[in-house]
């Protein structure tokens, strides 16, 4: 089994958002992105996206765009993004999606020898424009990756991996360690996939080894409308 990731695909069949409006990177990006993922994966491997999936503003219209790669090769997990403003009620969602398709919000499942948590997380300390209402924010999320990693390691046998998914980038651009990725290092967490970035201007590696983790950051802009392959 392989593990695929990319983030950020923000998908628009029923909204009027078109991406090609924020640069050439966005041209087609959804067709190379089918191209990629037919070319890699298989039915038994696993993609992991990592946030802001669809505009779409109810999950009737939400569905509409994950189909779009809901039939794709592989078993998809998925995390809320900041601007997936469609996801709402948890239970609703699990219901209606593809057989395929699994969504992650403060737990966790397992898949072969690899267990899977995330959640959305938010902007740390460090990153321009740090407020109050942010450390709030990211106390509130401190709490949700509680949740998270208590869930992983409950399913967590010997041998397994666990990989996190959050949306927003687990520490900022000087690398420094946060709440979050303190909890990583503490849980045996081995490999986080992130996005939230875009633009040819982001300062930001798209992998970092930290501490003995390996940061993935997956905003399908940045590398090329390509599926990144995690393990």
């Known amino acids: 089994m392989k593990v695929f990731a990319i983030s950020d695909l923000h998908l628009s069949t029923t909204e009027d958002k078109p991406m090609e409006v924020f640069g050439g990177a966005w041209e087609n990006y959804f067709e190379k992105i089918r191209e990629s993922w037919?070319?890699?994966?298989?039915e038994e491997d696993v993609v992991l996206i990592a946030g802001d999936i669809s505009w779409a503003m109810t999950l009737e219209n939400a569905l509409k765009d994950i189909s779009c790669f809901a039939d794709l090769p592989g078993?998809?997990?998925?995390?809320?993004g900041n601007h997936d403003y469609w996801w709402h009620s948890l239970s609703r969602i699990r219901e209606?999606?593809?057989?395929?398709?699994?969504?992650?919000?403060?737990?966790?499942?397992?898949?072969?020898?690899?267990?899977?948590?995330?959640?959305?997380?938010?902007?740390?300390?460090?990153?321009?424009?740090?407020?109050?209402?942010?450390?709030?924010?990211?106390?509130?999320?401190?709490?949700?990756?509680?949740?998270?990693?208590r869930a992983a390691n409950a399913l967590k046998e010997e041998g397994d991996t666990i990989i996190a998914l959050s949306h927003f980038p687990p520490f900022n651009v000087r690398r420094e360690s946060s709440p979050f990725t303190d909890l990583f290092e503490s849980n045996g967490v081995s490999k986080v996939v992130y996005g939230h970035l875009h633009g040819k201007?982001?300062?930001?590696?798209?992998?970092v080894v930290k501490n003995g983790i390996t940061y993935y950051l997956t905003s399908c802009d940045l590398v090329e409308n390509r599926l990144i392959r995690i393990i």
């Open 201 to 207: 201007d982001v300062r930001a590696d798209l992998q």
């Open 75 to 80: 078993k998809k997990i998925l995390i809320r």
């Open 96 to 149: 209606a999606l593809p057989e395929n398709v699994f969504v992650l919000q403060n737990d966790a499942m397992k898949i072969g020898n690899f267990v899977f948590t995330g959640t959305r997380g938010w902007s740390v300390e460090g990153t321009p424009g740090f407020s109050e209402e942010d450390k709030k924010l990211v106390n509130r999320e401190t709490e949700r990756w509680k949740l998270c990693l």
């Open 38 to 42: 037919l070319s890699q994966v298989g």
